[in-house]
């Protein structure tokens, strides 16, 4: 319908197909069933294969509490979890309690880096 998505209104415990065109996503919530899963994602490829495509199209699985930037400008009101500019990093050597660090990161100019 061209109108952009609610985020608050998808559920931790849902999954969801979402067909864009070019790209297909399948949204699995945190708490989604186990086993709806993998029918899900055979379900979204099938929805992806029944229409002609570019070439670059995307046909993605997308996990709830993991979406990156170009699924979550499809929706309105998607709230900035983290400050900006912070991005979380896993660090598999540090203690269990301490395995995500947040770096900060800084707006930088292109025409200083290709000097």
Do not use: T
């Not at 069933?33 to 029918?39: I, M, Y």
């Not at 050597?93 to 880096?113: F, G, N, S, T, W």
């Amino acid at each position: 319908s061209g109108r952009r998505l609610k985020h608050s209104r998808l559920r931790d415990n849902e999954i969801y197909c979402f067909d864009y065109g070019p790209e297909v996503y399948v949204w699995i919530g945190k708490n989604a069933d186990k086993s709806a899963r993998r029918n899900a994602m055979v379900a979204g490829r099938q929805i992806f294969d029944a229409k002609q495509r570019p070439s670059w199209g995307v046909f993605e699985r997308v996990a709830g509490g993991l979406e990156h930037s170009l699924f979550r400008e499809k929706f309105k009101d998607w709230p900035d979890v983290n400050a900006k500019n912070v991005l979380a990093v896993k660090n598999p050597c540090a203690p269990k309690k301490d395995k995500i660090l947040y770096a900060q990161m800084e707006p930088c100019d292109v025409h200083e880096m290709r000097r």
